[in-house]
């Protein structure tokens, strides 16, 4: 009796240990996993060391599979050495050496996002979606995006040579770039008629909302009134500050979330709101996106649409829905690692997926949409190596689609005359004047549509849909 007593005061203790137990064991066996790893990663360490057929430098050795290791986690995940972490510092200040363009991994090759208008390689012809094959003559396989960039910097005045291969050449074509001290004007303003305005914005800098606004000011001044509509061009933006891309969103917007960011646990949340007292929130507005929208200009446009606050027209944005920190290793290194995904007011996750726009525009003008229809489609965050999976699901992209646009593009690499006429073509569809672009021209058309029925119905005039 007096033992099954024990057993009774005994067990109960034991029932509700169980699951811290559990917790401790499964710890234990991680930390034990853990050290053997660790363990095979020095005997291998150890081995290379010792018996590779050339002296190697232990420091190198560690910062490459440092570097290995970051590059199984995502595309923007990186190790970035002393060089590289110099060079980022100074990347968003507006004020930068190098050619000036936005760079990617599509099938493991080195892509072009976008080139930033008005750079060396915007008026060189370099086009979204060039896979680069060579910077200098050296190989492009097996580099990192972040080493890429650095290769692709250099003392101002000097050449680099980027050999490109673009679908409907016959080969790869060398074109060399002078480097320059890249400034980055990050708005271009237009009146495209009394009364409808026009703002480009290339870049997400430390000045971008601040130079929206005078933009916008200084339309109304030559308008000599209110805008009746504004086009915010996005088109090929490759994002920049997330700070600017809220700042941004409240020129037009003055309540409510803006962007909201997600970590891997639940309390690492983060909602962006509105800026009040900076919002022009009757002014009548259009974005411009496409493949080349990117993170930033996401967010701006997923918040304006989810905002009922602006007409989205274009394509579909690059889909880079995902958050990353930089931290400082010491030693002037410095490592970037993705931390948290972001979301738009709605909830919506654009990894992969990207703004769907409210119309979907085609790229050119009629008289060349024959020619243009003829192109792959523009590199998005889907296409990259690695890319991390949209946790809501819902993609439609395939990669037999992606598969069967490579050979479609293969086999017009044999056409051997259209190599550098179709580069010099399209080089020139790059330098347009917002009055005399098409998608410009339809976004004017909705705006002034707009401002018909807004006139109808101060007059009482009801308007069937």
């Not at 290995?68 to 050495?81: A, I, K, R, V």
């Amino acid at each position: 009796m007096k033992t099954a007593a024990l057993l009774g005061l005994v067990l109960p203790g034991l029932v509700l240990s169980a699951s811290a137990a559990e917790s401790k064991l499964s710890s234990v066996a991680k930390s034990e996993n853990r050290y053997e790893n660790i363990e095979t990663f020095q005997k291998v360490l150890h081995f290379v060391e010792t018996n590779y057929v050339e002296p190697v430098q232990n420091r190198e050795l560690i910062q490459g599979a440092i570097k290995g290791m970051l590059e199984t986690l995502d595309p923007h995940s990186n190790f970035l050495s002393a060089q590289i972490f110099r060079d980022m510092k100074i990347e968003t200040s507006g004020k930068f050496g190098g050619i000036g363009v936005e760079i990617g991994m599509k099938d493991n090759v080195l892509t072009v996002v976008t080139p930033i208008e008005d750079t060396p390689a915007w008026k060189a012809g370099i086009k979204p979606n060039d896979r680069i094959v060579k910077i200098n003559q050296e190989s492009t396989k097996g580099l990192t995006l972040a080493e890429a960039v650095a290769k692709m910097r250099g003392e101002r005045g000097s050449d680099l040579t980027l050999s490109v291969f673009r679908e409907g050449m016959s080969g790869f074509r060398d074109y060399t770039v002078k480097r320059e001290l890249i400034k980055i004007q990050s708005v271009k303003q237009a009146l495209l008629e009394s009364g409808f305005g026009y703002v480009r914005l290339s870049n997400f800098n430390e000045t971008a909302a601040q130079d929206i606004k005078k933009a916008i000011d200084s339309l109304e001044k030559e308008s000599k009134g209110k805008l009746g509509g504004l086009v915010l061009d996005l088109r090929f933006n490759p994002g920049g500050l997330l700070d600017q891309a809220v700042d941004v969103a409240s020129l037009f917007i003055d309540d409510g979330v803006i962007v909201s960011t997600q970590g891997r646990h639940p309390e690492q949340k983060e909602i962006k709101y509105a800026k009040k007292g900076m919002a022009r929130t009757s002014l009548p507005l259009a974005v411009l996106v496409n493949g080349s929208s990117a993170s930033a200009s996401e967010i701006v446009a997923g918040a304006l649409q989810d905002h009922n606050r602006a007409l989205i027209l274009g394509q579909t944005t690059f889909g880079k829905g995902s958050v990353q920190t930089v931290l400082d290793l010491g030693q002037d290194m410095g490592l970037k690692l993705t931390v948290a995904r972001y979301y738009t007011p709605s909830g919506r996750s654009i990894q992969e997926k990207g703004v769907q726009p409210d119309v979907v525009l085609e790229d050119y003008d009629q008289k060349v949409l024959a020619e243009a229809r003829k192109k792959s489609e523009s590199v998005r965050e889907r296409d990259l190596k690695g890319h991390m999976v949209n946790p809501q699901g819902g993609n439609n992209y395939r990669r037999e689609e992606l598969e069967a646009l490579t050979r479609k593009s293969e086999s017009k690499a044999a056409d051997k005359d259209g190599g550098a006429r179709d580069g010099e073509d399209e080089s020139q569809l790059l330098k347009f004047n917002p009055r005399d672009d098409y998608q410009v021209r339809q976004a004017l058309g909705y705006l002034k549509s707009f401002e018909v029925f807004q006139r109808l119905n101060k007059k009482g005039v009801t308007v069937s849909q």
